[in-house]
């Protein structure tokens, strides 16, 4: 194909191309973005899901058999189930590590987030009528700097996005008022994002109220009884855990009003500090502007004004928590701007769009430097990578986890290993009743982890006081993005390297 017959293929099928760009990026943050970003996209999913194909129920969600009470975690079991699902099927298929399955996983995600494109693209389009607008999102949501990596993480606030902007597209693709089956489907698709994450009940109810500001009775009605019924459906695994429906949904509603405070805070304007360095500034600031100044378009200002509103008020404030927002600010942000461009554009159109490509390519720049080291980051890689270390022995029973230069200890992902060991932590906090109570003996561990390099040499001579047989077996770096991080806030960010010692008496005959 010529240079002139791609252009004029590109100008034909714009979509065609940014397709091709947002799956590309994905793919390679599916080969190469490995490990996890929070504990939440490994913890209540992989852990979870995984331990249940092979036997057992590491964050204990479900009844057992040992005589407790069983209680509900309060979390949506149909994203987990989605995984529990697709391992039993790569387990029936012959694929052996959690490691090898993940790749599988961040393929199926990195597929699955080209329809967030797709919508954006569409929805963009549809109220704006202007193709060069369309294309501006289109592009945007394709190789927005944290995108790509995004969107093959195992967090329900990235793959919800799907299902609420399908929801929106179906309801508002046509001129005329949509007819009864698009309104159908809107609303299954809203129900799936809401058993997905159930905080996107904001969402929801933005635009539910929509409905009713345009008096749209039947469309309200249809729509509501359509995600009832999409919930019902997904959340019938509750009959069969406990019993009775919407157990965990109950439990869930129960925790976040009485443990709101227990977690992160901030001010009122937290998640507007968020979109504006998420969003690639300088554009961040042209997009919320956008964003509040179409706020006419209700269906798509109300949603996620009310999701925004809510999470603005709410106490326990963590940034992710305002991701399933991303792409609707993107959306109504540049057809905002554009409106905004068409009512001033007799009078100031030219110094508009000189501002405008000015702020398009300091934020271009911006965003391409951040794009591709983020695009390749392997998150966690030392804690991941330890596993996987771990994964090549047979019979690991137990570690002992050493981080004395802190108070406590980050979690490992277990699930990497093969195995459902226990790991013991030695911290600042319990390091002198440890030592103290070592003279009555010390647990029978195979593996001293070393978690961080500070202070190393004293700590190692320090286990060897009570553990003497041991030997240096591995040294596990973190990613460079790792380093950086726990350089900026090492206080909160624990992305250390990982030094590893075999405990020679236990592994002698194993």
């Known amino acids: 194909m ?45 852990e979870s899901s995984y331990s249940w194909v092979k036997g057992y129920d590491y964050n204990h969600w479900l009844p057992s058999d040992d005589g407790s009470t069983p209680q509900p975690s309060g979390h949506s079991f149909f994203y987990p189930a989605l995984h529990f699902l697709t391992f039993s099927a790569l387990d029936k298929m012959g694929i052996a590590s959690l490691d090898a399955k993940m790749y599988i996983i961040r393929i199926l995600h990195a597929l699955f987030s080209l329809l967030t494109v797709f919508f954006a693209y569409k929805l963009t ?29 195992n967090l329900v606030e990235i793959f919800c996005i799907p299902f609420l902007l399908g929801s929106t597209w179906f309801y508002v693709r046509k001129e005329e008022k949509p007819s009864i089956g698009d309104v159908i489907i809107s609303g299954l698709l809203m129900g799936c994002a809401f058993s997905v994450r159930f905080q996107v009940i904001f969402f929801i109810g933005g635009f539910g109220l929509a ?10 009605v249809l729509w509501s009884v359509a995600v009832i019924a999409a919930v019902c459906l997904t959340q019938i ?29 901030g001010s009122f304007f937290k998640y507007f500090g968020v979109l504006l360095g998420l969003l690639a500034p300088p554009l961040s600031v042209l997009l919320l502007f956008g964003f509040f100044y179409g706020f006419r378009r209700l269906f798509l200002f109300l949603p996620a004004f009310c999701f925004l509103l809510f999470h603005s008020l709410f106490p326990n404030k963590q940034e992710r928590f305002i991701f399933p927002i ?90 990497y290993s093969g195995y459902n060991f226990a790991d013991i932590p030695l911290t600042a906090e319990n390091k002198e009743a440890f030592y103290a109570s070592a003279e009555n003996g010390v647990p029978d561990v195979d593996f001293i982890f070393f978690d961080g390099t500070k202070n190393l040499d004293q700590r190692v001579a320090e286990v060897k006081t009570v553990y003497p047989d041991i030997t240096f077996e591995a040294d596990v770096k973190p990613s460079f993005i790792d380093k950086l991080l726990h350089r900026m806030n090492p206080r909160h960010i624990v992305n250390e390297e990982i030094v590893i010692y075999r405990n020679n008496p236990v592994r002698k005959n194993k």
């Open 2 to 46: 010529s240079i002139k017959d791609f252009k004029s293929d590109y100008i034909s099928h714009p979509l065609k191309y940014i397709i091709l760009a947002a799956m590309i990026l994905r793919l390679v943050s599916a080969f190469f973005a490995k490990g996890y970003g929070m504990h939440d996209d490994h913890f209540l999913v992989i």
């Open 125 to 153: 389009f549809r109220a704006s009528g202007d193709r060069k607008t369309a294309n501006l999102v289109g592009w945007t949501t394709a190789i927005l700097w944290c995108l790509p990596w995004l969107s093959v993480r």
């Open 211 to 220: 409905m009713l500001i345009y008096k749209r009775w039947r469309d309200a």
């Open 237 to 265: 695994s509750d009959l069969f855990v406990w019993g009775e429906p919407f157990v965990e949904l109950r439990e869930y509603v129960n925790y976040n009003f009485f443990h709101s405070g227990d977690y992160l805070s």
């Open 326 to 415: 991303i792409p609707s600010v993107l959306i109504l942000g540049f057809v905002g701007c554009y409106d905004f461009y068409q009512k001033y554009k007799e009078k100031r159109g030219k110094q508009l769009l000189k501002t405008f490509k000015v702020i398009g390519i300091i934020s271009l720049v911006i965003n391409l430097i951040l794009l591709v080291p983020v695009t390749v980051h392997y998150s966690k890689r030392a804690r991941v990578e330890s596993m996987v270390y771990l994964s090549q022995f047979q019979d690991v029973k137990s570690i002992l986890v050493e981080n004395t230069n802190n108070d406590s200890y980050k979690m490992f992902p277990k699930t």
